[in-house]
C-alpha cells in the first residue's frame, strides 16, 4: 500500500481534516472552514498521511518554534490501522521538529498506543503526571 505523507494541506481538503477528527471521536459538532483553519495556522505542524485521493490519517505538534514540541491529534482511519501510518505521521513530525532544532519533544499517549511512540524513539517519563484542567462547578 502506498501512502503519501504531505506536510502541508490545501484548502480543498480542509473539511477531510474535520471529518477525520469526527471519526475519531474527537469532535462531535460540525465544524467551519474558519474553524479548521484556524486549528491549522496554529499548529507547527501538521501532517496528513493519503491513500489516493483519501485521507488516511493526520497529527500535529504544538510548539513555541525555538525549544518546546508537543506531538498531538494522531489519527488513523481504522481500515488502515496496524499498516505502519501512525508511526509514519510521528516520524514526519519528529523529522520536523528536529530539523528545526527543537531540544524538547513530547506528547500524552492514549491508552493502547504506547507501542507505536516506543517505535520512533519516546520512552515513558518516570515522576510526571499528565494533567487536565477541569472547570469547577459553583
Known amino acids: ?21 469526527k471519526m475519531s471521536g474527537w469532535w462531535k459538532k460540525s465544524c467551519s472552514f474558519e474553524q479548521i483553519s484556524k486549528l491549522m495556522s496554529g499548529s507547527f505542524c501538521f501532517v496528513t498521511a493519503w491513500k489516493g ?13 525555538f525549544n518546546d514540541a508537543y ?28 530539523s528545526k532544532n ?11 498506543s504506547v507501542s507505536v511512540y516506543e517505535k520512533t524513539g519516546f520512552e515513558k517519563m518516570t515522576g510526571y503526571t499528565p494533567m487536565q484542567f477541569k472547570k469547577k462547578n459553583k
Do not use: H
Open 53 to 65: 485521493d483519501e485521507l488516511a490519517g493526520m497529527g500535529r505538534v504544538l510548539s513555541d518554534g
Open 102 to 112: 527543537i531540544q524538547w519533544i513530547a506528547l500524552i499517549a492514549a491508552p493502547g
Open 1 to 21: 500500500m502506498t501512502i503519501k505523507y504531505k506536510l502541508r494541506i490545501e484548502e480543498k481538503d480542509f473539511f477531510k481534516v474535520c471529518d477525520l477528527y
Open 71 to 98: 506531538i498531538q491529534d494522531i489519527f488513523v482511519q481504522e481500515k488502515y490501522r496496524k499498516k505502519g501510518i501512525a508511526t509514519g505521521i510521528v516520524n514526519e513530525l519528529l523529522n520536523y521538529c528536529i
